[in-house]
């Protein structure tokens, strides 16, 4: 009975992430907008890859009418030595020429379809970093991360073969059936009764295998956010030794990974036998009838081996064909998944003609604010208040009061539902979205520290900046003093997340990131709540100096970090319940006086 729970338990842990099946028929008018990444080598790659195409088709057509009707019926029947030797010598040609053109082919393919798969990525990762945080919200980053690197890597071999081969085929198709007429229309008919079969058992595949591909591509995404969240969280995972948990999760992903591939790709082997099959039936065919035409002299026997050739290229490109609608349908698959994400826009629009001030002064006014995550519960209920320019206000509040969502209101992550935010007297929505941001800098409790150096990290906030700046912003915030301890000081290499750093440390690393950006408004949200106290006194002393000038909003649960604050606004539940100064709330003795009792009173202090 426990085992059977625990498996339920693992399995419900499936249906966390948002990705799902597409289920919908074959897109072309979706092709051909993959398809218009081709454009930017419309002038070079495309047209000479086309070039190779056309003479390596040509030269395999004229080859077996040169070597059955030109060299068997013509040179050798009639003993024409001087005509057998330049036949040799034009096929040999024709060879070393298809040589070289193939050789030219797959260079030039394959540097159209890395170059569109380069375009194509970089074009995701540009959209995704410009889409709002409610769709970061709504995702994990394993499933982003399958869009642009596994999903765009399946339609490598799309670009850099298929579109071409998908041409090519038709043209050296169209060709063969015309040339194959013309040698013997009663062979060519013969053969061809039996096409309709192949073709209706064929596209009876054709949905069960794109959506078979889809849901390779869905168990994927869930397997690498799997990924993502052990290593990430493996202090936690060891920590509470679910261990044993964590492998059970990852073997029923990996088991239904194993399963969902080995059923796409016996789907996708079918196409392959079902060919074959054709081709050794019309093999038999033209063995059997075209025997009867030679013996009644309605074909000769350079016309048979002529046509014999002809034949082997008629299933060849049928064969590409069948496998590439496969790459076409594991394309779809895919490209349903990259579209999805590119049609999704951000929530946080950029206006139609956007306000791009040459700088900010930093006044901040929140005009009958409302915000709701989820449309159900309000973050923010009708708040309204007002920050001057250069002053320092602190928000504070218990959890989930609304103290974060003010500050990213003010950063324009989020869209007030109701009401009106301002800077500078403006509407946000009016802003440039790029020249606000670039005058707001925050510094979170959890700090993100990027792989590279020290000196890199903290250059993140102002990348034109001098080694002097960074150094300058680092002294500044007293991070300076155990950077220069490391093995290799500022030039120090920390891996992603800084785990060689303390969290105190990784916070005084995003104080000098943030103040190098010299922004005009600074949000610190719970910026110095990992930080031990003589740190603090260090931060709170800079801050007296670098705050000038400054708009500051000062998130804090140590309400000591916060009384020199010009303003301190009390939430609760998305309420304002007052607002003021440290003395002049602790005279009033209201609900923030209580706050500070009862933190003084659990730190032990009298």
């Not at 085992?3 to 499936?14: A, G, P, W, Y």
């Not at 081969?165 to 008919?189: C, E, G, R």
């Not at 009708?382 to 509040?397: H, K, M, R, Y």
């Not at 610190?524 to 709540?529: F, N, P, R, S, V």
């Amino acid at each position: 009975m426990e085992e059977t729970k625990r498996k339920q338990l693992i399995l419900e842990r499936f249906h966390y992430s948002q990705d799902q099946v597409i289920d919908k028929q074959f897109n072309w008018k979706q092709m051909w907008r993959l398809l218009q990444y081709l454009k930017p080598y419309a002038k070079n790659l495309l047209p000479l890859s086309f070039l190779t195409v056309i003479i390596s088709t040509a030269v395999r057509l004229i080859i077996p009418i040169l070597i059955g009707v030109y060299t068997l019926d013509k040179a050798i029947i009639e003993k024409d030595t001087t005509l057998l030797l330049q036949l040799v010598f034009l096929i040999s040609g024709l060879y070393v020429l298809s040589y070289v053109v193939n050789a030219l082919r797959i260079r030039w393919l394959n540097k159209l379809g890395q170059n569109v798969i380069y375009d194509l990525r970089k074009h995701l990762f540009t959209h995704v970093q410009s889409l709002s945080h409610r769709f970061f919200d709504q995702r994990s980053a394993g499933s982003i991360l399958v869009r642009i690197m596994n999903d765009i890597n399946s339609l490598q071999e799309l670009f850099t073969n298929g579109v071409i081969n998908l041409l090519t085929d038709f043209l050296l198709l169209f060709a063969t059936i015309v040339i194959l007429f013309s040698l013997n229309a009663k062979l060519t008919i013969a053969i061809m009764v039996i096409l309709p079969i192949m073709f209706f058992i064929s596209t009876s595949l054709r949905q069960k295998i794109r959506l078979s591909w889809q849901k390779v591509r869905l168990i994927q995404a869930k397997m690498n956010s799997h990924l993502n969240e052990s290593i990430q969280g493996i202090r936690v995972t060891q920590t509470f030794t679910q261990e044993n948990e964590n492998t059970e999760f990852f073997k029923e992903l990996n088991h239904d990974n194993f399963q969902t591939w080995k059923q796409a790709v016996r789907k996708n082997a079918m196409f392959g036998p079902i060919v074959e099959m054709t081709n050794a039936v019309g093999t038999v065919i033209l063995i059997w009838y075209g025997a009867a035409l030679v013996s009644k002299g309605e074909c000769t026997i350079g016309e048979f081996v002529s046509f014999a050739f002809y034949l082997g290229m008629f299933w060849e490109p049928i064969g590409r064909l069948g496998q590439l609608y496969n790459q076409l349908l594991i394309g779809m698959a895919s490209s349903e998944r990259i579209f999805e994400f590119l049609d999704e826009r951000p929530l946080v629009k950029e206006a139609a003609k956007p306000l791009v001030p040459a700088s900010i002064k930093g006044q901040i006014d929140f005009e009958n604010v409302e915000f709701s995550y989820d449309t159900r519960r309000k973050a923010l209920n009708g708040v309204s208040f007002s920050i001057q320019a250069g002053e320092t206000v602190a928000l504070v509040g218990h959890t989930g009061s609304g103290k974060t969502t003010i500050a990213n209101l003010v950063s324009r992550f989020y869209d007030a539902t109701a009401g009106v935010v301002k800077i500078d007297g403006h509407k946000i929505q009016d802003l440039s979205i790029a020249a606000l941001r670039s005058q707001i800098s925050v510094v979170l409790q959890e700090t993100f520290i990027f792989s590279g150096t020290i000196m890199e990290n903290i250059r993140f906030g102002n990348p034109n900046s001098s080694d002097e700046d960074v150094i300058a912003a680092a002294k500044a915030v007293g991070a300076d003093s155990f950077i220069v301890q490391l093995v290799n000081g500022y030039h120090t290499e920390v891996e992603e997340r800084g785990n060689i750093l303390s969290v105190g440390e990784r916070q005084l690393l995003s104080f000098a990131r943030a103040l190098l950006a010299d922004p005009k408004i600074l949000i610190l949200d719970e910026a110095t709540a990992s930080i031990d106290t003589e740190t603090e006194v260090k931060i709170q002393q800079a801050l007296k100096a670098l705050l000038k000038g400054r708009t500051a909003i000062m998130i804090a649960h140590r309400l000591s970090t916060i009384r020199e604050a010009d303003k301190i606004i009390v939430l609760d539940h998305g309420n304002i319940l007052e607002q003021g100064n440290h003395d002049t709330l602790m005279t009033r003795q209201g609900v923030y006086y209580g706050l500070v009792k009862a933190q003084y009173k659990m730190l032990g202090a009298v």
